[in-house]
């Protein structure tokens, strides 16, 4: 427990540096610009999809007949931005932790090493292609369980505990492995996965349930529609914060759990025989 939160304290006292905050900007810049240049050419199409999608739905498309003769309007091609919001959305905080994954968290990775651990040897026990591919492969299933999950959010409990979950482990696979990756190896990544891992779970689930926070913004259609310019780039903006902070907390941790592995030596092997002190100076 000291550990996490030691590690929590510092993560977040870099997250105020200068560089920092100008890596966290990074992937808002390079996502934003794609984000718009995918709205502006199919925002509006695909909006018109998913209203048709809705109007020829069956029985859906007799509720929302049902209420336009009442009175209510066009409440499909209102419904329709929401619904095609809370399938992208998802995709593009996946893209942003691939983003903060492959370009921010290497950058943050030696920030941390060079100012708290540089004297810890560089083992380099996985390679950058072995890092991407642990990382597309977490995520391929984190998607997958994400769109599997999707029906059970229409039941309250679960919509505050699923994709928290998700995200959670999803960065805990992802940011726990990247941040051992240049100075562990197999066996000294391995065993701090297997002794640090309710930390490490804690500290992704933890990040999870901050990645979720601009859900909360994005949920109310009224404020989204009123400032879609601005959410959209300011939640771009606070997710990669997010995983920014993520990183540094996975490497803070790591890094210093692998600095006490280091020190204390690994524990022997189950039963083997220690010598006596007393036998083992006599001479």
């Known amino acids: 427990m000291p550990l996490l939160i030691d590690s929590f304290w510092r993560a977040m006292a870099y997250c105020a540096r200068p560089r920092v905050l100008f890596l966290s900007l990074f992937p808002l810049l390079l996502l934003g610009a794609a984000a718009l240049l995918l709205g502006y050419f199919y925002w509006d199409a695909a909006v018109a999809a998913v209203a048709v999608w809705i109007n020829s739905s069956g029985l859906m498309g007799s509720f929302w007949s049902w209420l336009s003769a009442w009175g209510t309007g066009n409440l499909a091609s209102m419904v329709a931005p929401l619904i095609l919001l809370a399938v992208v959305m998802p995709v593009v905080v996946v893209l942003s932790l691939l983003v903060v994954a492959t370009m921010v968290t290497p950058a943050l ?4 090493a060079q100012r708290r651990f540089p004297e810890l040897e560089r083992k380099r026990g996985a390679s950058f292609l072995r890092s991407m591919a642990w990382s597309v492969s977490s995520t391929a299933l984190a998607l997958l369980a994400l769109f599997a999950s999707m029906p ?12 928290p979950l998700i995200w959670g482990w999803l960065t805990y696979r992802v940011m726990a492995f990247d941040a051992l990756a240049e100075h562990a190896d197999r066996e000294e990544r391995m065993l701090i996965l297997q002794r640090h891992r309710l930390p490490l779970l804690l500290i992704g689930l933890v990040s999870g349930y901050l990645g979720a926070a601009p859900a909360i913004v994005w949920a109310s259609g009224v404020v989204f529609a009123a400032a879609f310019v601005v959410l959209i780039p300011v939640g771009i903006w606070i997710y990669t914060l997010v995983f920014a902070f993520s990183s540094l907390w996975f490497t803070h941790y790591c890094l210093a759990a692998l600095k006490i592995i280091r020190g204390t030596g690994a524990p022997p092997r189950p039963g083997a025989a220690e010598i006596p002190v007393s036998i083992a100076s006599q001479p």
């Open 109 to 112: 990775i030696r920030l941390v």
């Open 152 to 163: 059970l959010w229409l039941i309250p409990p679960l919509v505050l505990v699923l994709p």
